[in-house]
């Protein structure tokens, strides 16, 4: 099993006639992903064609693309200046699963079209900034690379991308349910809390791998969660134990005030609800071989 995305989830892409959404788009068909359509106004009619001779039809909106294919997961590969219309069509469209890649999207965009999502009630959003979503052996939506890792008991979610990648790598031999990156942007759809209960619910999750880095407070309120909700081994990591307080560092959320939103802070935060914390992404890796072991 999986969460979020599995074998049954067909997938467009908006903006799949872009460079980007058109590179990403034949990494996800080599990995098996079910693309059944693309999205760009003005192109409706068209098609593209892939290697492995894979041919994508192009719509002119995502309404049409549900109609036409039956698609419940977008992902989305939109300049930011289009990326909210982009999210609103596909929240009209009642797609469940939009998976917002474009990075370097205005806040004030990015609050909107999450609150506008969270209204319809019918999509839920990962991203913005976000590598995506994989569930190994089953489907890609995103960025991640498919051939670092394989289907397995462990669950991931990750602020960061390029962590997502090197704990995916670190564990490949062990695998996972599911890998999400939530990306690390201020204002984003799925949080950490969202997975942890998605992944506690699913039955071939056996543990939890949960990535965090500096700035905020959203990995003190997932500690919290796990207390009250979640009876699976998770394993943690914080990315920034080096960075200088009162510094912005890379993400856009990354902003340290006082002790609050340390990593330290948000390392001492997960450990007094039994979340065990690496120093590093390795040693974070060593940990969860030491539970997936002992199960």
Same mark, same amino acid.
């Given at each position: ?114 609150? /506008?999502?969270?209204?319809?009630? *019918? ?8 590598? $995506?979503? +994989?569930?190994? %052996?089953? @489907? ?96 943690? /990591?914080?990315?920034?134990?080096? *960075? ?8 856009? $959320?990354? +902003?340290?005030? %006082?002790? @609050? ?35």
């Amino acid at each position: 099993m999986a969460i979020f995305l599995d074998s049954n989830s067909l997938v467009i892409v908006q903006g799949m006639t872009g460079s980007e959404g058109r590179k990403h788009t034949q990494r996800m068909i080599n990995f098996g992903t079910k693309i059944v359509g693309g999205v760009t106004p003005g192109k409706g009619g068209q098609s593209v064609e892939f290697d492995g001779g894979v041919s994508v039809p192009v719509f002119g909106s995502v309404s049409e693309a549900v109609a036409a294919t039956g698609a419940n997961v977008t992902v989305i590969f939109v300049p930011a200046k289009f990326t909210k219309g982009a999210v609103h069509e596909a929240v009209d469209a009642k797609i469940p699963l939009g998976v917002v890649i474009t990075e370097g999207i205005a806040v004030h965009d990015s609050a909107e079209f999450f609150q /506008y999502a969270q209204n319809s009630g *019918a999509t839920r959003l990962i991203g913005p900034n976000c590598p $995506g979503i +994989i569930s190994p %052996g089953q @489907s890609n939506a995103g960025i991640i690379p498919a051939n670092i890792t394989k289907q397995g008991p462990i669950g991931l979610v990750s602020k960061s991308g390029t962590l997502t990648y090197q704990m995916m790598y670190e564990l490949r031999d062990i695998g996972f349910t599911t890998g999400v990156g939530i990306g690390g942007d201020p204002v984003i759809g799925t949080t950490h809390i969202d997975c942890l209960a998605a992944f506690e619910a699913d039955p071939e999750t056996k543990a939890i791998v949960m990535i965090g880095e500096i700035g905020g407070d959203a990995e003190e309120r997932a500690a919290d969660f796990i207390k009250a909700n979640v009876t699976k081994p998770v394993v943690g /990591y914080v990315a920034g134990f080096t *960075a200088p307080e009162g510094k912005t560092m890379g993400h856009a $959320g990354a +902003i340290v005030s %006082g002790s @609050s939103g340390t990593a330290q802070a948000k390392k001492e935060a997960l450990e007094a609800v039994g979340v065990k914390v690496g120093k590093t992404p390795s040693e974070t890796a060593v940990l969860m071989r030491e539970i997936i072991s002992s199960l």
